[in-house]
């Protein structure tokens, strides 16, 4: 070890950085970071420079950096990108006596500056001495991704509560206590109801560590996206990690679910479009059963879990069976969707809303305001609309809408087979029919693909043809 890490008090203290453009940046980023004193040196800063002088976050000097600069500081950054004036600034602050860094320059920097995830008072440093920095950026992201984001706050209070979790006995109960509310009790608290709710929460997790350490069952609700498994949520794939057992529909991918603990039993709980094959009353006693046993139960939904999804039915079920349960939002497919025709979904001048309906419901086909839109300039994501697109198609002609409204029809959407049909209302039947879909489809109507992407699309259309 060439570089020893040690954690500097820098309340109060002076650090000085002379540079103004992106090196400098880059550094001040951080440095920001602190309770330092900043003091920057550069003749002609960059605008964010400007910026933080403007609203007192450092003092900033517009000038080069002469002799007596540096004084008192502990830390002294070289980051003018240039060899000769970083050796000359590096040369003052050292006579001045601070640990001097210059950017990009090891060999002749006393300190070296780690990549840092900030929790704060958490604070993780990565540093590989230079040989690969790349490897250092994947560990931080790596870590960004699995340290909840409330871990600082929930550090802090949870040091204040230290002493109170000294009645558990040492080792695996006081383990459990801190898992429990870190990993689990603590970030869901702070969600629903922030810092106030912490302390409530670390006290009754106190009395229920004190009295039964097993655990209790819960129920996460989570949306699994519409198949990309990067478009999961973190929060989606940290539910994942933690599950004892998956319950997840038909529109769930197998990559997704490959993201489950490996030790997570995995239920196919699939429904066929029209008529479930497993009765929602099953499938909401299968919940429930394995959240009674002390399982952690994640039902995970296709798209969003509150978009067609059935989901106040599972949580009525849940609650009433006394288990606690929560929601973690997903991508539902009208986003993927819309994006993978480069459209929004609402657009100045064209619709200032949108709706999400349904092809069908439980009694078959669905019925809906058609009147309403089919009037001019109507966008409507529809949701499971294959079956049924010959009489959305009448109903809507019916009302007086437009034949050539367009209409697309996506296809799998974000997922490797993804298809987009660019039709129009008129030929809408025809079109899905010479298509032949198999996978989920989306239904957009009153949006075609964006101009730039068209010329995709008819050929899309062309090879269906
Ligand atoms: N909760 C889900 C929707 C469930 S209803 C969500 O928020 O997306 C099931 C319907 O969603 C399918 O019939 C289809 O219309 C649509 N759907 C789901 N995933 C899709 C995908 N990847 N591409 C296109 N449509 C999809």
């Known amino acids: 070890m060439k570089h020893f890490p040690i954690f500097l008090a ?144 929930l550090a802090r209070l949870g040091k204040a509560f230290r002493r109170a979790v000294e009645i558990l006995p040492m080792g695996r109960r006081r383990r459990d206590f801190w898992a429990d509310y870190y990993f689990t009790s603590g970030p869901r608290a702070l969600e629903q109801g922030g810092e106030d709710e912490i302390k409530i929460t670390l006290q009754a997790l106190l009395d229920k560590h004190e009295i039964k350490p097993e655990r209790e069952g819960h129920v996460a609700f989570v949306g699994a996206g ?37 030790e997570a039993v995995l239920i196919d709980a699939g429904k066929e479009g029209f008529g479930p094959s497993m009765s ?23 798209g969003d879990p509150t978009i067609f999804g059935r989901l106040d039915e599972e949580i009525d079920a849940v609650s009433e069976a006394g288990i606690g349960w929560h929601v973690v939002p997903g991508i539902t497919a009208a986003s993927a969707s819309v994006a993978a025709i480069g459209q929004s979904l609402t657009k100045r001048g064209r619709n200032a809303s949108a709706r999400l309906l349904t092809g069908h419901d439980m009694k078959g086909f669905a019925d809906q305001d058609w009147r309403a839109l089919a009037r001019v300039g109507e966008v409507a994501a529809i949701y499971m609309g294959k079956k049924s697109a010959r009489f959305i198609q009448g109903r809507l002609i019916m009302q007086g809408a437009d034949r050539t409204t367009p209409i697309t029809v996506i296809e799998n959407a974000s997922r490797p087979d993804q298809r987009i049909l660019a039709t129009t209302l008129d030929a809408l039947p025809s079109a899905l029919t010479k298509a032949d879909f198999t996978g989920p489809a989306l239904m957009f109507y009153g949006l075609s693909p964006r101009e730039t992407q068209a010329s995709l699309a008819q050929i899309q259309q062309q090879e269906l043809a």
């Open 10 to 153: 820098v309340e109060g203290r002076r650090i000085v950085l002379s540079g103004g453009g992106d090196a400098a940046l880059a550094k001040l980023r951080l440095l920001l970071k602190t309770e330092a004193h900043l003091t920057v040196f550069a003749p002609t800063p960059a605008p964010e420079i400007e910026d933080w002088a403007a609203a007192g976050r450092l003092r900033l000097v517009r000038r080069a950096m002469e002799p007596g600069d540096t004084l008192c500081a502990k830390l002294f950054y070289a980051a003018d990108e240039d060899r000769v004036e970083d050796a000359r600034t590096a040369a003052i602050a050292s006579a001045d006596g601070a640990l001097v860094n210059i950017v990009d320059n090891l060999g002749d920097s006393q300190f070296i500056t780690p990549a840092i995830v900030d929790r704060d008072p958490v604070t993780v440093a990565i540093g590989t001495e230079g040989a690969a920095p790349v490897l250092a950026r994947a560990i931080k992201a790596d870590l960004e991704e699995r340290l909840p984001a409330s871990l600082g706050t």
């Open 226 to 262: 519409p198949g990309d498994p990067e478009l999961l949520t973190l929060k989606a794939r940290k539910a994942l990690d933690a599950a004892d057992v998956v319950i997840h529909d038909r529109l769930v991918t197998p990559e997704i679910l490959e993201l489950a603990r490996r």
């Open 280 to 302: 929602q009353d099953d499938i909401n006693a299968l919940i429930v059963t394995h959240a009674k046993t002390g399982a952690q139960v994640v039902r995970l939904k296709g």
